[in-house]
């Protein structure tokens, strides 16, 4: 097993009081596997991926790469952000060269060329010289996926990387992710708050409960790469959505009313409902 998370709780301290960010978290990731975290706002979701990262401390539990524990960033994990974390004063070649150059470990024309491999993986080579301010922001997003998989990871760590993105743009990155995903064989763990963005990409999704977190449903999805949305994938995320459901109305019930009621829909999954039928 490539990821074992083993039991995961955190703790915080905010004002003087003690709250419970994510309860008992534990499960596996596989080689090549895309996982994806999906849950309401506040869940713990990113809080996870954060200790998976090394960026913080669990109060309990363990997770351990490769049989070897985490216990600070390690090279085998690089880690997408919501935002473009660039370095607004560096080109986009300079942005994907930097971490390599700063390993040290290959000569300046192997580091050029396995920049301008993984830009080209990702279709940004025409922007190399190109400043972050001239980018919009699914090419900001395309150079750090570059720049995270330059490093050679087995795991990519990603935190809502498409979430400020406008609906087309987050729909051809998911395409790109995918093609990105059978090209290298790499391990994704995805946190998302969209059902059809993990339905979409996704061979394992855990859905988690609200605050403290824990994992209340597991589903795994077996379709063919690239995906597109069948009735049988419509079905996963409407079942998503009803596990959901009591999650939902946590959250609004403690943010906008105590009478709020989650109203869901029945998604018909029938052919003959569908706007193209009988043309």
């Not at 580091?111 to 922001?137: N, R, T, W």
């Not at 963005?197 to 589903?219: C, H, Q």
């Not at 999650?247 to 569908?274: G, Q």
């Amino acid at each position: 097993m490539l990821l074992q998370v083993d039991n995961i709780s955190k703790f915080y301290k905010q004002n003087g009081e003690t709250f419970q960010a994510v309860d008992s978290i534990q499960f596996e990731v596989k080689k090549g596997e895309f996982v994806s975290l999906l849950g309401p706002s506040g869940c713990g979701k990113s809080t996870v991926l954060k200790i998976i990262a090394g960026l913080e401390k669990a109060s309990s539990g363990t997770i351990q790469i490769q049989g070897k524990p985490i216990l600070g960033p390690v090279k085998e994990q690089m880690m997408v952000f919501q935002e473009a974390a660039l370095f607004p004063w560096m080109t986009v070649m300079e942005n994907v060269s930097f971490g390599l150059k700063a390993a040290g470990k290959l000569n300046l024309k192997e580091i050029e060329e396995k920049a301008l491999y993984y830009l080209a993986m990702v279709h940004m080579s025409k922007f190399v010289d190109h400043y972050p301010h001239q980018l919009s922001g699914g090419m900001k997003q395309r150079a750090s996926i570059a720049r995270a998989l330059a490093m050679d990871p087995e795991i990519l760590l990603m935190d809502e990387p498409f979430s400020a993105l406008d609906e087309q743009t987050r729909l051809l990155l998911h395409a790109e992710l995918e093609d990105i995903l059978i090209k290298t064989n790499k391990s994704i763990i995805f946190v998302t708050h969209n059902i059809r963005e993990a339905v979409t990409l996704s061979d394992r999704i855990l859905v988690f409960s609200t605050r403290p977190g824990r994992i209340k449903s597991e589903f795994n999805i077996q379709a063919s790469r690239p995906r597109m949305m069948t009735n049988e994938l419509v079905d996963i995320e409407f079942r998503i959505m009803e596990v959901l459901r009591e999650e939902i109305e946590k959250v609004m019930k403690h943010e906008v009313d105590d009478a709020y009621e989650f109203k869901s829909r029945v998604l018909s999954t029938n052919d003959t409902h569908s706007m193209g039928s009988g043309i």
